[in-house]
Nanobody, 124 residues
Framework: QVQLVESGGGLAQAGESLRLSCAAT???????????MGWYRQPPGKQREMVAL???????TYADSVKGRFTISKDISELAVSLEMNNLKAEDTDVYYC???????????????WGRGTQVTVSS
């Protein structure tokens, strides 16, 4: 079973920065491949939405609302991504969830996994 360990988040004032990190771990076996790894959030009353994605090929995708402010990067040595959030706005307040998609463990397709979420609160 793949586990996503999230860290970071917390409280910031508008205009400040926060950093989120997410590492994929596996008790036994090796994650041999994945499609993408990234961050989502779920505004009240809305569906969970993509914030930033890092594809296994190296491309990145951002929600329009965070372009130019957020940057996602992948650790070179381990299966982990970080989200640098700059110039935070009150509307960025939410629970942020890490997700890894299209996981292969050896030759076995293991599917998608979510983290438990980490709270980001931005005061104006």
């Amino acid at each position: 079973q793949v586990q996503l360990v999230e860290s970071g988040g917390g409280l910031a004032q508008a205009g400040e920065s926060l950093r989120l990190s997410c590492a994929a771990t596996l008790a036994t076996g090796t994650i041999s491949g994945f499609t993408s790894m990234g961050w989502y959030r779920q505004p009240p009353g809305k569906q969970r939405e993509m914030v930033a994605l890092f594809a296994s090929g190296g491309s990145t995708t951002y929600a329009d609302s965070v372009k130019g402010r957020f940057t996602i990067s992948k650790d070179i040595s381990e299966l982990a991504v970080s989200l640098e959030m700059n110039n935070l706005k009150a509307e960025d307040t939410d629970v942020y969830y890490c997700k890894i998609e299209g996981v292969y463990i050896g030759s076995f397709f293991a599917g998608n996994y979510w983290g438990r979420g980490t709270q980001v609160t931005v005061s104006s």
